[in-house]
């Protein structure tokens, strides 16, 4: 037997929280590969004297990088039941998210570096790593959920299992189905 609490509960847990601790499984992965990347850049580990291993040079390089592990992340985990066929329309949805995300992280690491002139290594991460990411991954996270990945899409992979679902709610037997949920 089901309490109406519990309904409340899984209902929020389906709908919401697993998207969000999926959605922060995946963000962890990309935040290690950007700020790895980031702060490896700056360091000049590649090489020294070039645009990328200035402050907004080594963010631009390693938040693209990390938006395409991203995108892979979301696309086959957290998201998988409403990834889209147009996979090249979802990149392209998801490219702008992301890039919206990025500007957000960079807004913040020009003001730091540029405008306020706190130019060190932690400051720049500390700008664009703490401020600019917590600030860019709720922007991110809604617009992944309601828009790249909604389940309004006509496109979406998602309609294929509505439709089966449908066909097995029409026409197996309802204690099948009693039984199957428990």
Same mark, same amino acid.
């Given at each position: 037997?089901?309490?109406?609490?519990?309904?409340?509960l899984? =209902?929020?847990?389906? /709908?919401?929280?697993?998207?969000?601790?999926?959605? /922060?499984?995946?963000?962890?992965?990309g935040?290690?590969?950007? #700020?790895?990347?980031?702060? !490896?850049?700056? !360091?000049?580990?590649?090489?020294?004297?070039?645009? *990328?291993?200035?402050?907004?040079?080594?963010?631009?390089?390693?938040?693209? #990088? *990390?938006?395409?592990?991203?995108?892979?992340?979301?696309?086959?985990?957290?998201?998988?039941?409403?990834? %889209?066929?147009?996979? !090249?329309?979802?990149?392209?949805?998801?490219v702008?998210?992301?890039?919206? /995300?990025?500007?957000?992280?960079?807004?913040?690491?020009?003001?730091?570096?540029?405008l306020? /002139?706190?130019?060190?290594?932690? *400051?720049?991460?500390?700008?664009?790593?703490? #401020?600019?990411? *917590?600030?860019?991954?709720?922007? +991110?996270?809604?617009?992944? +959920?309601?828009? #790249?990945?909604?389940?309004? +899409?006509?496109?979406?992979?998602?309609?294929?299992?509505?439709?089966?679902?449908?066909? %097995?709610?029409?026409?197996?037997?309802?204690? =099948?189905?009693?039984?199957?949920?428990?």
């Open positions: 037997m089901s309490t109406p609490a519990g309904n409340v899984a =209902r929020l847990w389906h /709908g919401l929280l697993a998207y969000a601790v999926k959605f /922060g499984v995946v963000g962890l992965i935040l290690v590969i950007d #700020v790895t990347l980031f702060n !490896l850049l700056r !360091l000049g580990v590649f090489g020294d004297d070039h645009w *990328a291993q200035s402050a907004i040079g080594a963010k631009t390089v390693s938040t693209s #990088v *990390a938006i395409l592990c991203n995108w892979l992340g979301n696309r086959y985990w957290t998201f998988r039941r409403h990834r %889209r066929r147009n996979y !090249l329309r979802e990149f392209a949805e998801y702008i998210v992301s890039l919206g /995300g990025m500007a957000i992280a960079l807004g913040c690491l020009w003001v730091s570096h540029h306020l /002139g706190f130019t060190s290594i932690l *400051a720049d991460n500390i700008a664009t790593n703490v #401020v600019g990411l *917590a600030l860019g991954t709720a922007f +991110r996270f809604l617009l992944y +959920r309601f828009w #790249v990945y909604g389940h309004h +899409r006509a496109d979406g992979l998602s309609n294929l299992a509505r439709v089966e679902e449908a066909q %097995r709610a029409l026409f197996e037997e309802p204690e =099948r189905r009693a039984a199957a949920d428990d």
